[in-house]
């Protein structure tokens, strides 16, 4: 079922996690994993290694999809926007439906009319969509951090929280 089917803005901001998950974290989550599992470590150490590539994974995209309302072509070295021009709602458009629910229609009918895309833009620059994202990111982060902070340290775990300053301040 498409994203932009779904009426219940809470279902459909399950599935666009759910999406992101099987689009993006679920590569970061099982590589953390494969590399645990060839290093011979515990499944104690597998699991936090596995979280930590889920949580950090779906940050990265969460500011992925943020970066597409904030930045430009230039900067990004891709076009913005296109994942409103392929009808695609993400957590920016998501949380700003709560404070304009007529993004509800243009979602449903997935930005296919004339002007839609640019209205969808309009209305998300003024709301905290942008920083919900942000926000929800940042969450994930720290759950990635708490999960690394179980093993011992050393400068590989320092590297990896590292990372996630990276993911939330990158700006491409």
Known sequence: MQLGSKQDENERFNHYLQKTYKKTASLLANSCKAVAILGNCSTAVTEIAYQYGRNIGIAFQLIDDMLDYISSDKLMGKPTSTDLKLGLATAPVLFACQQYP?????????????????????????????????YLATQYCQEAIRQINGL????????????????LNRLK
């Open 102 to 134: 007529e993004l509800n229609s243009l979602i449903m009918r997935r930005f296919s009319e004339p002007g839609d895309v640019e209205r969808a833009r309009k209305l998300v620059a003024q709301t905290d969509g942008i920083e919900q994202t942000k």
């Open 152 to 167: 011992t340290d050393s400068p590989s775990r320092q590297a990896l929280i590292s990372l996630t300053h990276k993911v």
